[in-house]
């Protein structure tokens, strides 16, 4: 028997609303919004709500997948990244390095932000960066 | 407070104790336990309010023999935990209770008001009365002003201590119309106070958790005064099921599975 609340924050946009994880015997079963958190006071949207659902979704993603003759195996990181760089390498020597853009997200820190567009302008050489929201 | 939580978790009177707790500078909801005795010196009342009696249910979903302590913080905790007993959600016989009343109920409290709202709408601090002084054109645009804003979170129905159904009827696209942004206006809100006919204990949670300062709670309580008049029946208070569990002896109102 193990019941426990987890401060945390909602990780699905940019505005950081403070939440509580109810956990139950080690699952996490609910989600309640953070009453004195500065952000939302006790105030959340319909995704944040149901933040316990996509965190024990079956069809969430737990490990890399490459997709290799149509299908996708699984691999670990190292495999994976491996293979993303030399892909990228080989589309930036054969169409040029405008034919990438990098997409950022408000769901990733600032810091990540900032490294994702510094990725683009010096590693693969473009200034094809935009953000989610403007999808 | 704490010496008695201590010792019924020592004798075995309750398994688990509900309260609250501060961590990182925020007072939430903690479940105590013999194990983690301990921690009870930092148990706290009040400050922050969640429906511990909600989160109760839960666990008596789960284990429906544990007993449970619980910390009321105000009068409606009290009346909350009736109306659970009543629907056959808690069994009253498996929770003990803590009475450390004292918080001020926020409808209390005074409220700031934009004059658009106030020109357009109602607001949180009204009485039935204060909105009935309206005309029934007017009253009938304020609300629906209000109603307009709804952003269908479902907050004020995932926060509701009496909101426990299997099958929200909120959710049921032949009740409620889906796919549009505010949802079908004012049914939405009508379909939830009918709900609360004898169910809502006016603890205000709902409109607290509602991100578009819609005065829902001033809905409820014109709801539960007909219930008054009409059935004399006093919700929260009275020990009798209310008038509105005329679902049929067949009719089972189960616990919810997480
Ligand atoms: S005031 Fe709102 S949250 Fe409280 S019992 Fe009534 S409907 Fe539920
Ligand atoms: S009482 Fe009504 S609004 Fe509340 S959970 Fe049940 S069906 Fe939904
Ligand atoms: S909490 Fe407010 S915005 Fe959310 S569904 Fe209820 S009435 Fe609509």
């Known amino acids: 028997m193990d019941y426990k609340f987890v401060p945390s924050v909602c990780p699905y946009c940019g505005t950081g609303c403070g939440v509580l994880f109810e956990v139950i015997d080690g699952k996490l079963a609910g989600t309640l919004p953070n009453k004195t958190h500065p952000v939302n006071e006790g105030k959340l949207c319909i995704k944040g709500w149901n933040m316990h659902e996509y965190v024990n979704s079956f069809m969430r993603l737990k490990q890399p997948l490459v997709k290799s003759f149509g299908r996708f195996l699984k691999t670990d990181w190292d495999e994976a990244i491996r293979i993303t760089a030399d892909r990228f390498k080989e589309i930036v020597e054969k169409h040029g390095p405008d034919s990438i853009g990098v997409l950022v997200s408000a769901k990733i820190t600032n810091e990540e932000n900032y490294l994702a567009q510094k990725f683009a302008r010096a590693v693969i050489g473009t200034n094809n960066v935009d953000h989610c929201a403007r999808l | ?258």
Request: negative net charge.
């Open chain 2, 1 to 258: 407070m704490q010496a008695q939580v201590e010792q019924w978790l020592k004798e075995g009177t309750v398994d688990l104790f509900i309260g609250y707790k501060k961590i990182d500078g925020h007072v939430m909801p903690h479940f105590f336990t013999k194990e983690k005795i301990d921690e009870v010196k930092d148990l706290v009342a009040g400050q922050a309010h969640y429906s511990l009696e909600k989160i109760a249910t839960k666990v008596a979903a789960e284990h429906p023999d544990m007993k449970i302590g619980i910390l009321l913080a105000r009068n409606c905790n009290q009346q909350a935990l009736n109306v659970l007993t009543i629907w056959n959600q808690l069994n009253s016989d498996n929770i003990k209770t803590i009475d450390a009343f004292g918080d001020a109920c926020p409808s209390e409290q005074a409220e700031d008001i934009a004059p658009y709202k106030q020109q357009n709408g109602l607001s949180k601090s009204m009485v039935p009365e204060d909105a009935e002084a309206f005309d029934q054109e007017q009253r009938f645009s304020r609300w629906m002003y209000e109603f307009s804003k709804c952003m269908k979170c479902y907050g004020c129905r995932n926060i509701c201590p009496v909101c426990f159904c299997k099958e929200c009827s909120l959710e049921h696209k032949d009740l409620v119309g889906t796919g549009n942004l505010p949802p079908e206006i004012p049914v939405f809100h009508l379909v939830r106070a009918v709900h609360m006919a004898g169910r809502c204990i006016d603890c205000g949670l709902c409109e607290e958790a509602c991100p578009s300062d819609i005065p829902l709670r001033l809905l409820y309580r014109k709801v539960n005064e007909i219930v008054k008049d009409v059935y004399d029946y006093e919700t929260g208070t009275s020990p009798d099921q209310s008038p509105f569990s005329v679902l049929g002896e067949k009719v089972v109102l189960e616990t919810t599975k997480l």
